[in-house]
Nanobody
Framework: QVQLEESGGGLVQAGGSLRLSCAAS????????MGWFRQAPGKEREFVAF????????AYGDSVKGRFTISRDNARNRVYLQMNSLKPEDTAVYYC??????????????WGQGTPVTVSS
């Protein structure tokens, strides 16, 4: 199991950008597919982005395609989410998760505690 800690959230105006970071502890990080999810108040958790263990394969939720980019740095045990053209509907707590299953986007491993993102109109 890896332990995960997100950072980089905050308040931004619509149209702005933020970069989220997820720091992982543990020597097995580079073997895990990773993902970002989000949960807005009163809503269910939503899949945002996936990256495979090598960083060679990515996938995105329909609502963020073309605006968000997931990346990873296995040497630094980091996963990133670059968020551009932010909209008020992107407001949520963002979580990174380990051992995300390709296709189903089911997170089978650890979760971080989340970092809040608020987009003002």
């Amino acid at each position: 199991q890896v332990q995960l800690e997100e950072s980089g959230g905050g308040l931004v105006q619509a149209g702005g950008s933020l970069r989220l970071s997820c720091a992982a502890s543990g020597r097995t990080f580079s073997s895990y597919n990773m993902g970002w999810f989000r949960q807005a108040p009163g809503k269910e958790r939503e899949f945002v982005a996936f990256i495979n263990w090598r960083g060679a394969g990515t996938a995105y939720g329909d609502s963020v395609k073309g605006r968000f980019t997931i990346s990873r740095d296995n040497a630094r045990n980091r996963v990133y989410l670059q968020m551009n053209s932010l909209k008020p509907e992107d407001t949520a707590v963002y979580y990174c998760a380990a051992n995300v299953e390709w296709g189903s986007w089911s997170p089978l491993g650890s979760w971080g505690q989340g970092t809040p993102v608020t987009v003002s109109s």
